[in-house]
C-alpha cells in the first residue's frame, strides 16, 4: 500500500471521517486511492436519490457518525452489545468501527457498472450490491487490509440491502432471518447499522419532516431478535 492509500485508512480513526475524506477529495487524492470515486459522482440520481452515488455515501456516513454522537440512540437491551462489537476488533487486529466506517462509505461504489435505463427512461442499479462487493475485495487488497478485514469490507457492501429487503417485504419468519444470521454472523450488526443509515440519508433528502421511525423499529426488532433470540438459541 503505498502513502496515498495510508491517508485513506488514518481517516478512519477520526471521529469525523466524513469531513475528512472530503478533505481528502478536495485535494484531489480520494480518486487516486479509489479510482470508482469518479465514476459514483456520475451516477446514483434517480428516483430515490437526488444526489450521485458519492455525495450519498459521504452523507450517509455523516449521518452514522451523528447517531454515534447521541445518546441513548438505542434502546438499553440493544445498547451494550452494539457497542461491544463496534469497539471490538476483527481477528487481525483491525478495529471493527474502522471497517464498518470504511464499508458505509463504499456501499454504492457498485452502481456505475450496474446503471441500466429501462425503456421508459428510468435508471436503475439492480446487483449494485453485488457488482461492488467485487470490488472492494480488490480495493481491501490494494489497500494492503487483511483477509480477515476485506472479507469484512465485503460483507458491509455486498449485504448492504438486508434490511431494505426486509423492510420492503416485511419477510421477518424465523426460517428467513435465521438463515440470514447463520450466514452473517455478529456482521449483521454493522449490516444493519449501514443499512438503517443508507435508508434514513436518502429519504431525509426527499423529505426532510419524514419521520423514520418505522425504519428504527424494523432495525431495533432485527437486531433484539439477534441477540435475544437467536444468539441465545445457539448456546443452548
Not at 436519490?49 to 454515534?68: D, G, K, M, P
Request: charged residues 30%; proline residues 2%.
Amino acid at each position: 500500500m503505498d502513502d496515498i492509500g495510508k491517508q485513506l485508512l488514518e481517516c478512519l480513526k477520526y471521529k469525523d471521517t466524513s469531513s475528512e475524506i472530503e478533505k481528502l477529495d478536495k485535494k484531489g487524492l480520494l480518486e487516486e486511492i479509489v479510482p470508482n470515486i469518479k465514476y459514483m459522482k456520475e451516477v446514483g440520481k434517480c428516483r430515490y436519490h437526488i444526489v450521485n452515488s458519492f455525495q450519498h455515501s459521504v452523507y450517509t456516513l455523516a449521518y452514522f457518525e451523528s447517531i454515534l454522537k447521541t445518546d441513548e440512540f438505542l434502546p438499553k437491551h440493544l445498547e451494550k452489545y452494539v457497542w461491544e462489537y463496534l469497539d471490538s476488533t476483527d481477528e487481525s487486529g483491525f478495529p471493527i468501527l474502522q471497517i464498518l466506517k470504511l464499508g458505509i462509505f463504499l456501499h454504492d461504489i457498485g452502481k456505475p457498472s450496474a446503471k441500466s435505463v429501462d425503456s421508459k427512461g428510468v435508471t436503475h442499479f439492480k446487483g449494485h450490491d453485488v457488482a461492488g462487493g467485487e470490488i472492494v475485495l480488490k480495493l481491501g487488497r490494494d489497500l494492503g487490509l487483511s483477509e480477515v478485514t476485506t472479507e469484512k469490507l465485503f460483507r458491509y457492501v455486498r449485504y448492504h440491502m438486508f434490511l431494505l429487503s426486509i423492510y420492503k417485504s416485511n419477510n421477518i419468519g424465523r426460517e428467513s432471518l435465521w438463515r440470514e444470521f447463520d450466514k452473517l454472523g455478529d456482521d449483521v450488526i454493522g449490516i444493519i447499522l449501514l443499512g438503517y443509515c443508507d435508508l434514513v440519508a436518502t429519504r431525509n433528502l426527499l423529505n426532510p419532516l419524514e419521520d423514520s421511525g418505522i425504519i428504527k423499529t424494523y432495525m431495533e426488532f432485527i437486531l433484539t431478535i439477534y441477540f435475544h433470540k437467536y444468539k441465545t438459541d445457539r448456546e443452548i
